[in-house]
């Protein structure tokens, strides 16, 4: 996570704690991807929506409760990973899991990441709106919210 933080940006603040920033009490469930040595090159997981930024937006569209969406978050992908395929990987599973459990997957991303950004776009995500994070003694951040593709139009 550090790497990434360096390269791209995200974390946009380093976590105090990055252990459990990783390991949120929100969280439903979480993957990782291994390289061919066995090492961790990625990270994303899934939270309750109550309580998280993205759930604003979705739920202004949609009218529909927090009970009904999973947030996909903290996708870290190792810098030299990225492109191999890996965070795809990491946000199917995430998605999968989303719909076997009835809920739809949202997410949110800071308006300072333009990959991050061009990633879900490309995916097919629709973007709902935008959320602000605010973060004890830290600069506000922005962010745009998507919702996995298929929400949109749904009452």
């Known amino acids: 996570m550090r790497r ?23 969280e439903h469930a979480s993957w990782v991807v291994l390289d061919d040595d066995g090492h961790v090159i990625g990270h994303a997981a899934l939270h309750d929506a109550k309580g998280d930024p993205a759930f604003g937006p979705a739920h202004e569209l949609t009218g529909l409760p927090a009970e009904t969406f999973l947030v996909v978050a903290r996708l870290v992908i190792d810098p030299d990973a990225q492109g191999t395929g890996a965070g795809t990987a990491l946000l199917d599973a995430a998605v999968h899991h989303a719909l076997a459990a009835g809920k739809h997957p949202i997410l949110d991303v800071v308006t300072t990441s333009p990959k991050a950004i061009a990633f879900y776009d490309a995916r097919g995500w629709t973007r709902l709106g935008e959320a602000v994070i605010e973060i004890d003694e830290l600069p506000d951040l922005t962010t745009i919210v998507f919702a996995a593709p298929g929400l949109v139009g749904h009452p």
Do not use: K, Q, R
């Not at 105090?16 to 920033?21: A, L, N, T, V």
């Open 4 to 26: 990434t933080h360096v390269d791209t940006g995200y974390p946009v603040y380093w976590p105090s704690d990055p252990e459990g920033f990783l390991l949120s009490s929100a």
